[in-house]
């Protein structure tokens, strides 16, 4: 990391993003805006939150990953559905397109990202560090 706390300099270094979200704030948007999702989330992450009995949740807990890895890479112009979570069973990790596949080869890094939620909050870490 550079001097400013983002990722940078002379070569790849840990760098870590977080974010927090209201969940009801997300499920009014989605609802005033229904095409707010496809915008927002790959049709992977849709169909996964489309199959829990609080799709929100999932969606706010999967946007709160993508702040938090566009932060730890230090992205300024991105595309949300070029930060991809992704699930199979076990912790949820990380498919980069786009830009942020592109800023993380720049990089040398890979992205791990922790997600949490309750009833009302959903959040994420990211954590980005050289490859093995």
Same mark, same amino acid.
């Given at each position: 990391?550079?001097?400013?706390?983002?990722?940078? !300099?002379? !070569?790849?270094?840990? !760098?870590?993003?977080? &974010? #927090? =979200?209201?969940?009801?704030? #997300?499920?009014?948007? /989605?609802?005033?805006?229904?095409?707010?999702?496809?915008?927002?989330? $790959?049709?992977?992450?849709?169909?996964? @939150?489309?199959?829990?009995?609080?799709? !929100?949740?999932? =969606?706010?807990?999967?946007?709160?990953?993508?702040?938090?890895?566009?932060?730890? /890479?230090?992205?300024?112009?991105?595309?949300?559905? &070029?930060?991809?979570? +992704?699930? $199979?069973?076990?912790?949820? $990790?990380?498919? =980069? *397109?786009? $830009?942020? @596949?592109?800023? @993380?080869?720049? /990089?040398?890094?890979?992205?791990?990202?922790? #997600?949490? *939620? +309750?009833?009302? &909050?959903?959040?994420?870490?990211?954590?980005? @560090?050289? *490859? &093995?």
């Amino acid at each position: 990391m550079n001097g400013t706390g983002r990722p940078g !300099g002379a !070569g790849p270094g840990i !760098g870590i993003g977080i &974010d #927090l =979200l209201e969940i009801a704030r #997300l499920e009014r948007a /989605l609802q005033r805006r229904p095409r707010l999702a496809q915008r927002l989330f $790959t049709d992977a992450e849709r169909a996964y @939150a489309a199959a829990r009995a609080r799709p !929100g949740q999932h =969606l706010a807990a999967r946007f709160c990953a993508k702040e938090a890895v566009a932060k730890a /890479l230090g992205l300024e112009a991105w595309n949300f559905r &070029d930060v991809e979570v +992704t699930s $199979t069973g076990g912790p949820p $990790t990380i498919a =980069l *397109h786009g $830009t942020a @596949a592109r800023r @993380a080869a720049e /990089l040398g890094v890979t992205v791990r990202v922790s #997600l949490t *939620h +309750t009833r009302s &909050d959903a959040a994420a870490v990211a954590i980005i @560090a050289p *490859h &093995d």
